[in-house]
């Protein structure tokens, strides 16, 4: 189960209300301030200039070095930015301990096999997912909803294609390390390290906290047709955490996933394989249906292997 040791106040059940709207103020204070701090840091060391990075963020993709400027900022801003708002509510307002000397020995070889297995076939079940995320229509009165759900995400494709249009390796090696690395120890801390023991006690549900930690994780993005891939990898970084009491399982398993999508999106660009990020056309229904037995398989194994770190909670 998750490790998340505490006796303060406002960690309680009955401040469940109270903790939440804490975690929210910290996490976007920190985030804004750590994005204010890089945004003003990258003229300097990119030779951008502010006015160029706000049109990097408006559709402008003109201005030169900006790719690089822009992981700065996504890095700095977001990834880190996780991990620093993960640090601040668990070591100052929680007065948690999350145990890393039990944490840590927990992670075995024999594990980080079968979460390569578990992230390969999420992948490859999740292009399933992405195909019907694709087709939602909302209702006639939604109309309005609908056409502001598929402008944002139309800008929110523009920017990540112009991210992952490498012209350079120094350029690949920062998204790797950006939205490869540094997103999934910053956002696997945050979300599965602080929120989802918390939403566990709120709920008195084990499913609950990692139903509902998924369901936040997915809609932050603001990525309304990638929602329910989004939610589904994250309930499966959940039940990581949740099987095994150590975060360094579900890490493993964000990296594993982005740096992947990374490196293909690479190769595709580099015209080694044939590889459309856009692509909600079609879907390989076989190969979705291996995907799906090969994660059930790697998930029931992985419990199996963990179980002794877990064996005392009933409520799994």
């Known amino acids: ?22 975690i929210v103020l910290v996490a976007f204070g920190v985030l804004i301030i750590l ?22 963020m408006s559709g402008d993709f003109s201005a030169p070095n900006g790719r690089m400027a822009m992981f700065f900022i996504q890095g ?3 990834g880190i930015g996780f991990w620093v708002a993960a640090y601040i509510i668990s070591r100052f307002i929680d007065k948690a301990d999350l145990h890393w000397e039990v944490q840590l020995p927990r992670f075995t070889w024999k594990g980080a096999s079968l979460v390569l297995l578990i992230s390969l076939g999420g992948m490859l079940f999740n292009a399933l997912l992405v195909y019907f995320n694709s087709k939602l229509v909302l209702p006639e009165f939604m109309s309005g909803l609908e056409s502001w759900m598929k402008q944002t ?14 012209q350079t390796i120094p350029e690949f090696l920062m998204g ?3 939205i490869g690395v540094l997103a999934g120890i910053g956002e696997e801390m945050f979300f599965r390290g602080v929120v989802q023991p918390k939403m566990r006690l709120y709920t008195g549900s084990a499913h609950a906290g990692v139903w509902l930690t998924a369901i936040i994780f997915s809609a932050i993005h603001l ?16 039940y990581l955490y949740l099987f095994s009491g150590s975060l360094i399982y579900p890490i493993l398993a964000h990296i594993l996933n982005n740096s992947i999508t990374i490196i293909m999106v690479y190769m595709a660009n580099e015209g080694i394989i044939e590889f459309d ?27 199996k292997i963990n179980r002794p770190n877990g064996e005392l909670d009933k409520s799994i």
């Open 35 to 56: 994005q204010v701090i890089a945004l003003a840091l990258s003229p300097a060391l990119f030779g951008v200039s502010i006015e160029d990075i706000m049109g990097l």
């Open 76 to 78: 700095i801003g977001s």
């Open 176 to 178: 790797l390390l950006v």
């Open 277 to 303: 990020m856009e692509s909600t056309d079609t879907v390989s229904y076989p190969a979705a249906m291996i995907g799906l037995l090969g994660l059930l398989a790697g998930i029931y194994y992985f419990k």
């Open 153 to 166: 995400e139309e800008q929110l494709m523009e920017l990540t294609k112009y991210l992952t249009d490498f």
């Open 1 to 22: 189960m998750e490790i998340y040791e505490t006796d303060s106040e406002i960690a309680k059940r009955k401040s469940w209300l109270l903790s939440l709207v804490v």
């Open 223 to 238: 990525q309304f047709y990638g929602f329910l891939p989004r939610m589904f990898l994250g309930a499966v970084f959940g």
